[in-house]
């Protein structure tokens, strides 16, 4: 019984999915039941500073988790996410005839918005691993526009993080309004040139199915085509809407996994290049995804078997430190005292050495 409450405490966000899914088909106030709810776990997770160590292991030594029920859990997210944004399709389709109102429509679309861009956590797992399960998070990140994540999470953050070859790593002083496209566009330019690169090697086309910067891409048409079929100009300007918000959350994770924390090039990647996140509310969640030192040292391993290795922790949940990074100010005053912190009892002399003269 205890090994299936510690699996079942992972289902917080598909049974949120689920609920936004519920209120952009039924329209009307519930539309914006998704922006409730992540106004509501903004609050929880700022309230609630219970840590947890993850899913951790029987007496015996096996892991807690249960593969077959949490892999699962994660192929039925890709159906899940499209139900969504048909239902958002739908929606359009009902303002166009004039059968949805405005602000119905609003509600809709920021509710699929911020719930597709949960789907960044069963992408970013499933990404770790190779053939079906590999595709899979590559047509998940695609309901975004970010199919290139896939493959550069794994073969550029994962090999320099810390470091400014990595776009995904924040800066000190970097906002996350300018992060976010730093970010989201350098990844895109590493796989143009890793396929770039590839594909001259092989003695290819770039331009061909081979191309999976292109595929990548080719990934997000249907999507494309069934807004632009449903609404026109205006179906795309609730798709680029969803988009947004689904990739600024996205990029959110990247910038708070890692703002501020340096790695010379060349040395290898510890425990202390990344900030972990143990509080309960966030850890279930965004199944584990804040076990970033374990998951940078065991980048294959899954989620319900990373453990606390003692990387830094702000102490602070997602949910409440997405808050504060929209207030720049507010968020510095409270990361800068983690960052001194890590300067005065983790960093290297040459790691602070670069926190003292990047800019």
């Known amino acids: 019984m205890k090994k299936l409450l510690i699996n079942l405490r992972y289902l917080l966000a598909p049974a949120s999915i689920s609920l936004a899914l519920y209120g952009v088909v039924q329209g009307g106030a519930l539309s914006w039941l998704g922006v409730f709810m992540l106004g509501a776990a903004i609050i929880v997770d700022t309230l609630v500073k219970t840590q947890t160590k993850g899913a951790g292991f029987d007496d015996e030594g096996e892991t807690n988790g249960i593969a077959w029920f949490q892999n699962t859990v994660m192929y039925v ?8 944004q048909i239902a958002l399709a739908v929606q359009v389709s009902a303002f166009m005839a ?11 679309t920021l509710s699929a918005g911020i719930f597709l861009g949960i789907g960044i956590i069963y992408g970013h797992e499933l990404a770790h691993t190779k053939g079906f399960s590999f595709t899979i ?35 000190r002083g970097r906002t996350l309004y300018k992060h976010y496209p730093l970010s989201g566009l350098g990844q895109s330019k590493f796989l143009f040139m890793m396929e770039k690169q590839r ?16 595929t990548g891409y080719a990934m997000s048409l249907p999507t494309i085509a069934l807004f632009w079929f449903v609404g026109g100009w205006a179906g795309m300007a609730v798709l680029a809407t969803m988009w947004l918000i689904s990739n600024f959350e996205l990029e959110t994770l990247n910038y708070l996994e890692h703002y501020g924390l340096y790695r010379e090039k060349g040395q290898p990647i510890d425990y ?5 996140n143990s509080t309960a509310f966030s850890s279930w969640f965004f199944i584990e995804i804040g076990r970033q030192g374990d998951h940078h ?19 602070h949940g997602y949910f409440q430190l997405f808050a504060l990074a929209l207030m720049p100010k507010v968020f510095f005053k409270m990361i800068n005292e983690s960052l001194d912190k890590w300067d005065n009892e983790m960093a290297s002399e040459g790691e602070l050495k670069i926190a003292h003269t990047v800019k």
Request: hydrophobic share 40%; proline share 5%.
């Open 98 to 108: 004039g059968a949805a109102s405005l602000t119905e429509l609003i509600g809709c």
């Open 77 to 84: 997210m890709l159906p899940l996410f499209i139900c969504l």
């Open 137 to 171: 998070a590559r047509l998940m990140m695609a309901l975004s526009g970010k199919a290139h994540f896939c493959y550069a999470h794994v073969y550029n953050h994962h090999l320099e993080l810390g470091h400014q070859d990595d776009p995904a790593t924040s800066p």
């Open 272 to 276: 202390r290049h990344s900030w972990d």
């Open 199 to 214: 594909l001259e090697r092989l003695g290819k086309p770039f331009l061909s199915h081979h191309n999976r910067w292109l």
């Open 297 to 315: 040292d065991r980048g294959e391993t899954h989620f319900w078997e990373l453990d606390e290795v003692g990387a830094p922790d702000t102490g």
